[in-house]
T-cell receptor
Framework: DSGVTQTPKHLITATGQRVTLRCSPRSGDLSVYWYQQSLDQGLQFLIQ???????AKGNILERFSAQQFPDLHSELNLSSLELGDSALYFC?????????????FGPGTRLLVL | AQSVTQPDIHITVSEGASLELRCNYS??????LFWYVQSPGQGLQLLLK??????LVQGIKGFEAEFKRSQSSFNLRKPSVHWSDAAEYFC???????????FGSGTRLSIRP
């Protein structure tokens, strides 16, 4: 158990809909990272927040957004969903801002868009 | 472009046999290198990482990896695999403390009883 929790575990929705994925980092960790894992794209970095502020952006679509709240939990919002958004979405956390620190991954949220 | 390649999609080894998983990164400044493992239905767990210093790095679960700059490689090894090592293994690279981590496509390891 990494100490990172993600809800929900599974999500099934329809094209065009909007969903919110939630992540609670390990106690004391200030950085939260979001990743997307799909069969065709592999594991891709989406976005990082550090202590409430956006710090780095990866291959995140404009239809996707994230935020980190004062209690350091984070949410990833996916809107206007398409079939290709079906994937496993991971959250990871680390104590500080550097990507080179050990990142602790949650179990993921499996999203299926029908 | 910065990238990392894992040439083996799937490897099967017998329990008790030795293991080597290959990883090559694109040439650039001194890389930060990582190996992660993903067990079925789980998130990723860091096995080991290399930033500088001794090129042979020891990790958890009996794994080690060797950084070879001349070959742009960071191969993962284990002298004797256990059935519980069956998982997906990801090599990853980053090129500065501020840059994102780029993951390879993964190697799936199966263990033959």
């Amino acid at each position: 158990d990494s100490g990172v929790t993600q809800t929900p575990k599974h999500l099934i929705t329809a094209t065009g809909q909007r969903v919110t994925l939630r992540c609670s980092p390990r106690s004391g960790d200030l950085s939260v990272y979001w990743y997307q894992q799909s069969l065709d794209q592999g594991l891709q970095f989406l976005i990082q927040y550090y202590n409430g502020e956006e710090r780095a952006k990866g291959n995140i679509l404009e239809r996707f957004s994230a935020q980190q709240f004062p209690d350091l939990h984070s949410e990833l919002n996916l809107s206007s969903l398409e079939l290709g958004d079906s994937a496993l979405y991971f959250c990871a956390s680390s104590p500080e801002v550097s990507h080179q620190e050990t990142q602790y991954f949650g179990p993921g949220t499996r999203l299926l868009v029908l | 472009a910065q990238s990392v390649t894992q040439p083996d999609i799937h490897i099967t080894v017998s329990e008790g046999a030795s293991l080597e998983l290959r990883c090559n990164y694109s040439y650039g400044a001194t890389p930060y290198l990582f190996w992660y493992v993903q067990s079925p239905g789980q998130g990723l767990q860091l096995l080991l990482k290399y930033f500088s210093g001794d090129t042979l790095v020891q990790g958890i679960k009996g794994f080690e990896a060797e950084f070879k700059r001349s070959q742009s490689s960071f191969n993962l090894r284990k002298p004797s695999v256990h059935w519980s090592d069956a998982a997906e293994y990801f090599c990853a690279v980053s090129y500065s403390s501020a840059s994102k981590i780029i993951f390879g496509s993964g190697t799936r390891l199966s263990i033959r009883p």
